[in-house]
């Protein structure tokens, strides 16, 4: 393994975004397409609606033959026959005729408009009209709500209970979407153990595996937990080979520095560590690899570390995966408290957030509760040793 | 089939809410349990963590014992053994004495303090301490994160990924959350149907099967579509008595008048109608209706009509059957335009929301569009005739 620098973190995602992986587009039915995201801008293949189409139960009409209408004077239209919704009408009006029509259904040949029931009058065979309409009253034109070929919906967003509607309006039964990357999760230390497991002397109970686990699911990945690897070379090697199969491997560290050390010489055998150290706190141990055009990472153990650089690092290769842009997101917060740092790291603090304010979280990063009761973290940067109260910040939300 | 008055939005809402179905509580894996309800209080049944931790890698020692020491004069200890993370130790030490421990693993007995190996030397079975440390530096007391008995989580809350963290770091594999509500969907009409069907004349695609199916799966029910009735008593009756294997049948009207009289008709042979019209615009056919303790809902056919009395009338009724409140959620936004109404009507209108504003949106509610293009709707009391551009108005948001 060559010697690894500590390198920026402006640097370490420069080779995040480089690592061999794009973002691969899947074709799947629209019933379970919410929640996905669009790989292709859609337009619709019909019209909608796909004919002229009463719009109220009445009688289809020449317009014209209602102009001379009024309230002592009716127009006496003869009522030829009846369309109802779903039927393909075979009828066709001369002038003087009309068609009993119901809501939905096909505006019939000769007819351009359709009069509610309510207020005309039936005699037999006969319907009296009071009052002229105008021609398109009562229809709506083929093609008025949606034309055929009208761009729908924009790649890259993705699909709530309106769009996948809009797709069914419009008779599309499969849509292409972003492929969930397959993200594999593997938890290390002697001394984790899973829930449910008994709690012997010396054991701790696994938070990262289902932290990790449950943040890629709802940034819209497929999570693949594959349990607890022990800190000795052949349980981390098998996990590492299992989690090949998968598109990302993320390792989260045991407490002991030699599992980081092993895990980077495991990975060294089996492809290459392209960074091995970034200069920011929490992170600092942080390994990014590449076996077989298959990422992975080594993150932190303490779980507000696991996940801030899980956030700044991972997360945006997730994104950029499902068709979105590589890039952190921040928002601008006012901090509730003063912050002190050390000058010349780079730090990321957890913090709540209320409103337009981050508060500070002050426990040790070792706590689990400063990660659970975290809404993000803000930065400092290296040349600030101070962030005084009431200064507005850079907050990067644990939001996915 | 008694006579049913067309009665005021808040008597309906009062009749949903009397429906005889409650929420349900199921036991599941905390694997499964994201985006998921929690119908119970979580404590902590255990210490986090269990154990006297060491936090750094380096010495456990008795305090007391480095605290003559300086950098001239080190205190030297006899390192009398090694304890790892995920070991239970069988170590005692007296003073004089120290044990190599790294981090995560427990503190032996008679230690109190562990100093980082990075400020001592080590020669031969000694370690050399150059300055005093004080009791508990380097160590996270057992409890100090989480005490045993803590309430850790409320009923009622949704749980993210940090939420299932912590039920993780307890180690607790399942979680009591409240059951999702089984919908069926069924939409009516001859001239419907489904995307992938090809179009013949006088047909339309489904666009509330889909629209009802995806709010509901938004809303945290289990929807199942039943796919489409026709516009006769067999095919509904079919329909409605499959949807009875589940807590709540949802049909939308086709556009025709004669399938709301046939779909009433059905309800109160199999059980009892309770609502045949809502005073409310649109909304007005809403039929709801009871059979063997599941509830039905006859809502309209056009789109925006559809999802508006859903929204009003079954969001709510789902969010109860999740432990949540039953009522309307409001937000307050501003008009962009001017809207004209009728008096004696209460109406909700379909409006797009851009920051805090409400901008109305004038297709009519036959238009796919207009339901597309609307975040929500605003409501229009019955008294008022005009509300002025730039008013604070009600809006109840599509946002499940």
Known sequence: MAFLKVVPLERALNIVNSLPLNAKIEEIPLENALGRILAEDVTSPVNVPPFDRATVDGYAVKSENTWNANESNPVRL?????????????????????????????????????IEFEIVDREGDEVLIYKPIYPQAGVMKAGTDIPK????????????????????AVGLEKVKVFAKPKIAIISTGNEVILPGEELKPGKIYDINGRALNDAVKELGGDPHFLGIARDNEESLRTKILEGLKYDIVLLSGGASGGTRDLTA?????????????IAIQPGKPTIIGVINEKAIFGLPGYPTSCLTNFTLLVAPLIRKLLGGEFKIEYTRKRLTHKVFSVKGRRQFLPVKIKEETAIPIMKGSGAITSFINADGFVEVPENVEILEEGEEVNVILFKF
Chains 1, 2 share one sequence.
């Open 78 to 114: 003869k009522v030829i026959g009846e369309v109802h919704a779903g039927e393909e009408p075979n009828i066709e009006i001369n002038s003087g005729e009309a068609v009993y029509i119901s809501t939905g259904a096909v505006l019939p040949k000769g007819t351009d408009a359709v």
């Open 149 to 168: 070929g009208k761009l729908l919906l924009k790649k890259g967003m993705k699909l709530g209970f309106k769009e996948t509607a809009l797709l069914s």
């Open 265 to 277: 010489s495991i990975i060294d055998e089996l492809g290459e560590v392209r960074i091995h150290g």
